[in-house]
């Protein structure tokens, strides 16, 4: 009796594998079919470097979500655009080697097609302030370019800060999936606005917090409404210029005393005890964000010396920001209105990195947090050289400053403590791509985050694997009972046998 319901139950499993492997083949050929894919690029003109960053999703999908992959990020050597104010040819000349680089990566009958943007942020909007026709002509130069290249290429621009903030914001929740979530079976849900993260960005020369606020804004420039994928976020977003790192650590060089002989000299807390380096008055104020006073003589020649003192480094950064909020109520400095700070927040760039030299990037609570950089900025050259071997002299010297920087902008500026402080994640990477603003931007210029929510649901592929783990499921439990079945019955005989 036992040996006949296994018997048939072995009939139907076979059965069932047969479909399963029928069906398993159709898929396998299925994803076998070339799938085409298309690119975008985008080059992020950043204040002190240019990278260019190359996507790749399937055609005919664009409207899902974690569709986008990064295939590549070309780093351009040589410094940011904007230092080609004096040489614009110069600028275009840079980007060749990593637009190069892209037409070995894009299949040449692809880079017709392929959506091709310039976005340059702060450094260029310094430049700007100081000579818009300068800034004009360093735009001009590398639009020819890439020009030159066989791509569909849309632009190169400057993008204001609340698009900067805006878009690593998209970036950031398109790439965790809180925006719209597929589920496996090809049904979509909103996840609740709860996971919807807020975003941390530090660049050379501005930074930029955005997130959603508990509270509707008081300041409409600081509001950013966005329409994605059928529901209305409105973000409180603001960039900081001059608080990005480069130009932070610059006004925080400027400010500290020069001491009044006739061969000036800058103490510097933060650099480590012992460094010694020689700048000029010309370079120390070569900024639109330091002030030169107007009895400073270009030529000067000045030395720089570390002191390597934790407290008067605070101090010395602390009075870069003014805190007092003015009219408004809730602020985060130098009188812009900003909500209190509120859910998870993802930092990345100069965030992540100035953190990372430290080792502070896996979720350390705050105190040692604090502790680690405090003892940091306690050293002498020597020991900070051997503390980081491999890096650069200069990441050396700012390593102090940078760490102190980041953390005053964190808790004194955006107003973070220790109950927030757990809710920030350090990243440079999210599902293999680079965090920051240039994903955001090319899905919203190609609309690939349409503003309803998707209509088109279940590929048939999606509704065939279902299929397969439904059968699969089955055998399993089929199985399963037949093994059952059959160690009872030898259990049972066994038994008998005693
Ligand atoms: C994406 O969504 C937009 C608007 O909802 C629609 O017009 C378009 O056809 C969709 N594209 C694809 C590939 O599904
Ligand atoms: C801006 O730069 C141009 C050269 O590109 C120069 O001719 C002009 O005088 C500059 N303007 C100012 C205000 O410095
Ligand atoms: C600080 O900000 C307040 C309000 O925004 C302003 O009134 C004050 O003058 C500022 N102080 C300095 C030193 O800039
Ligand atoms: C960071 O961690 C790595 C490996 O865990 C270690 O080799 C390195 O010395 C650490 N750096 C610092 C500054 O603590
Ligand atoms: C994205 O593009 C749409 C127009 O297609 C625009 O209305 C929207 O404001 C853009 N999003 C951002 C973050 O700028």
């Given at each position: 009796m036992l040996r006949a319901v296994a018997g048939s139950s072995a009939a139907v499993l076979g059965a069932l594998a047969v479909a399963l492997f029928l069906l398993l083949l159709t898929l396998a050929r299925d994803a076998a079919l070339p799938a085409r894919n298309r690119y975008g690029l985008v080059f992020d003109a950043g204040s002190t470097h240019t990278s260019l960053y190359i996507y790749r999703w399937p055609a005919?999908?664009?409207?899902?979500?974690?569709i986008v992959s990064q295939v590549e990020a070309c780093s351009v050597q040589g410094p940011g655009i904007s230092s080609y104010a004096d040489n614009p040819a110069g600028a275009g000349a840079s980007l060749k080697p990593c637009l190069d680089k892209a037409m070995e990566v894009v299949p040449a009958e692809q880079q017709q097609e392929t959506p091709t943007y310039l976005g340059a942020t702060a450094g260029m909007r310094l430049l700007r302030e100081q000579n818009s026709s300068k800034a004009e002509q360093v735009l001009a130069e590398v639009a020819k370019a890439i020009g030159q290249y066989p791509v569909d290429f849309r632009g190169a621009r400057i993008l204001t800060g609340n698009e900067e903030g805006s878009f690593g914001w998209v970036t950031v929740n398109y790439l965790l999936e809180t925006l719209i979530k597929w589920s496996f079976t090809g049904t979509w849900s909103h996840p609740p606005a709860e996971d919807v993260v807020g975003a941390l960005d530090l660049g050379g020369a501005s930074a930029q917090i955005t997130f959603l606020p508990g509270t509707p804004l008081s300041?409409?420039?600081?509001r950013a409404l966005l329409r994605l994928y059928g529901t209305n976020y409105s973000i409180y977003t603001h960039s900081y210029l001059c608080y990005g790192l480069q130009q932070a650590l610059k006004m925080l060089l400027a400010s500290l005393p020069q001491g009044n002989s006739s061969s000036p000299q800058i103490s510097h807390p933060c650099y480590p005890r012992g460094y010694q380096e020689n700048t000029t008055t010309a370079e120390l104020y070569d900024s639109p964000c330091v002030q030169a006073p107007s009895t400073a003589s270009p030529a000067e020649s000045l030395t720089v010396t570390g002191t390597g003192d934790p407290a008067a480094c605070s101090a010395a950064i602390e009075?870069?920001?003014?805190f007092s909020c003015g009219a408004n109520q809730s602020c985060g400095f130098n009188g812009v209105y900003q909500p209190p700070v509120r859910g998870a927040f993802f930092a990345f760039s100069g965030l992540y990195h100035s953190l990372h030299l430290l080792n502070l990037t896996g979720g350390q609570p705050l105190s040692v947090v604090n502790a680690t950089v405090r003892q940091l900025c306690n050293s002498s050259w020597q020991e900070v050289q051997e503390k980081f071997p491999t890096a650069s002299s200069r990441q050396r010297r700012d390593a102090c400053a940078a760490s102190s920087y980041t953390l005053a902008l964190l808790l004194h500026g955006y107003s973070f403590d220790r109950s927030s402080w757990p809710h920030i994640h350090f990243v440079q990477q999210v599902a293999n791509a680079d965090v920051g603003w240039t994903l955001g931007y090319m899905l919203n210029l190609t609309n690939m985050i349409p503003s309803e929510a998707p209509q088109r649901v279940v590929g048939l592929q999606r509704s065939s694997w279902v299929a397969a783990t439904v059968l699969l499921t089955i055998i399993l439990i089929l199985t399963f009972c037949l093994l059952t079945a059959v160690c009872c019955q030898k259990g049972s005989s066994g038994y008998e046998r005693l």
């Open positions: 005919g999908k664009e409207n899902g979500t974690g300041d409409s420039s600081t009075d870069l920001f003014n």
